[in-house]
């Protein structure tokens, strides 16, 4: 166990490293100039010239990535430019909103994926089975803006059922999270229903079957279990992608996150905070991963860590 989680810790390291590399490398490459940004359209050369060489724009790639890895080695991701405040402070600021959605949106859809899923399998090639499937794949076909504002218009216009926008309750938290949920839903509901039905098929649910144990018993204690590993596995994906891909649920519900945090860096080249924003939500990747693997052994004992 000891040995396994320390050669992950340091493939974690080398993928941090990795991405900060290909990160830093991409945005050095931009035809977009920071220094013009933050000096604005009126500036002259000479200013732009200034400000550049006050944020080390001027050095080399090499030079730049170094100065920028030896502060995050002391967990410093630098100063925004055009906020003049920590970048770390700035994602300080964001994370429990974006946290909070995030656990939000899992919650929906494991709930409704599984839920969705392990009918279809149970029900397989019946009505209910294409039924749910045709839902699964319209949730996950359908862009997020145009499932958050139908969201939106149907349960918080129409209905009044909950607040247009904003952050702070649980009747916030409920619409965005209902409209990321609904596209992890299809993949899961699909996921879980291929994986159940293998399931089914084994010698050991037949075996089960034989010894004459209830149907529903057999359902909840053997073959969802194993049917649900892949699920698990992909949430530690989830995670990272929750952390940095809901800049659209997040504007058109005013959520407070890093991903809008992340769209406001982009449009105005502000560096440090695209850097920032990448490396923590890398972070969140890795470490999502490492629980999945974790947390996988202790439901089906056959997988070891090695």
């Known amino acids: 166990m000891i040995s396994y989680i320390a ?5 974690s390291l080398l ?17 977009a100039d920071p220094a013009r940004q933050i000096a604005g359209r009126s500036a002259t050369a000479e200013t732009v010239a200034n ?32 906020q003049k405040t920590e970048v770390s402070e700035l994602i300080a600021s964001r994370l429990p909103a974006s946290l909070l959605l995030m656990a939000g949106a899992i919650t929906c859809e494991l709930l409704l994926g599984i839920t969705m899923g392990l ?4 029900r397989r090639g019946k009505p209910a089975d294409h039924i749910l499937m045709l839902v699964s794949f319209v949730g996950v076909s359908a ?10 218009y149907v349960f918080a216009v129409t209905l009044g059922w909950f607040p247009i926008g904003g952050y702070g309750t649980f009747a916030h938290l409920v619409l965005p999270s209902l409209t990321l949920g609904i596209l992890g839903a299809g993949w899961y509901a699909r996921m879980m229903r291929s994986s159940m039905i293998d399931v089914l098929r084994q010698d050991f649910i037949r075996t089960a079957h034989s010894k004459g144990i209830s149907g529903r ?13 892949p699920v698990i596995a992909m949430i530690g994906i989830d995670i990272g992608l929750f952390m940095s891909g809901i800049v659209v649920v997040e504007s058109v519900f005013g959520w407070p996150g890093i991903g809008q945090l992340a769209w406001q860096a982009i ?25 999945a693997d ?13």
């Open 7 to 11: 050669r992950r810790l340091l493939q």
């Open 15 to 31: 993928i941090l490293v990795g991405i900060s590399v290909v990160t830093f490398a991409l945005l050095y490459l931009l035809p």
């Open 51 to 82: 400000i550049r060489e006050q944020l080390g724009l001027n050095l080399p790639f090499y030079q730049q990535y170094l100065r920028y890895a030896a502060g995050l080695v002391q967990g410093d991701f630098g100063r925004s430019y055009l």
């Open 119 to 122: 009918v279809a399998a149970l």
């Open 143 to 152: 862009p997020q803006f145009v499932v958050g504002i139908m969201i939106l």
């Open 217 to 229: 018993a057999v359902i909840w204690r053997h073959a969802l279990p194993n049917a649900i590993l």
């Open 267 to 291: 449009q105005r080249v502000d560096i440090p905070i695209i850097m920032g924003v990448t490396l923590v939500s890398a972070l969140a990747i890795v470490i999502g991963n490492f629980i």
């Open 294 to 306: 974790m947390v996988t052994p202790f439901i089906d004992p056959r997988i070891k860590l090695r």
